[in-house]
């Protein structure tokens, strides 16, 4: 089993800046270091959306159209750990946001959601204008 905790969630203003980390715990954890982690956020009333995502070295990464050049995704594989820094943000990147694993080493697509077999309960990023 696998269980991720996200944190870092607030209010934040439009332009500033804000960083989510995920934590993995349980018995799943021993092999963190070959699933691909991801990021994912849900808005009120629409679809989940997918963020972005790393594989398991940390080699290669993903990234959704809306938060290209914006948002980077980074991993820890020693403290079972990855990381969301979010840049210039807007109130259309409120949401909450969720963190998956993979459990597939290197699987691509990356950015199906329906991949992910552990999820985080979530954290709430609010942006305001």
């Known amino acids: 089993q696998l269980q991720l905790v996200e944190s870092g969630g607030g209010l934040v203003q439009t332009g500033g800046s804000l960083r989510l980390s995920c934590a993995a715990s349980?018995?799943?954890?021993?092999?963190?270091?070959?699933?691909?982690m991801a990021w994912f956020r849900q808005a009120p009333g629409k679809e989940r959306e997918f963020v972005s995502a790393i594989n398991w070295s940390g080699s290669r990464t993903d990234y959704g159209d809306s938060v290209k050049d914006r948002f980077t995704i980074s991993r820890d594989n020693d403290r079972n750990t990855v990381s969301l820094q979010m840049h210039s943000v807007k109130p259309e990147d409120t949401a909450v946001y969720y963190c998956?694993?993979?459990?597939?080493?290197?699987?691509?697509?990356?950015?199906?959601?329906?991949?992910?077999?552990?999820w985080g309960l979530g954290t709430q990023v609010t942006v305001s204008s």
């Open positions: 349980g018995s799943a954890t021993n092999a963190f270091g070959t699933y691909n």
């Open positions: 998956a694993a993979d459990l597939f080493a290197d699987r691509t697509p990356m950015s199906d959601g329906n991949t992910y077999v552990y």
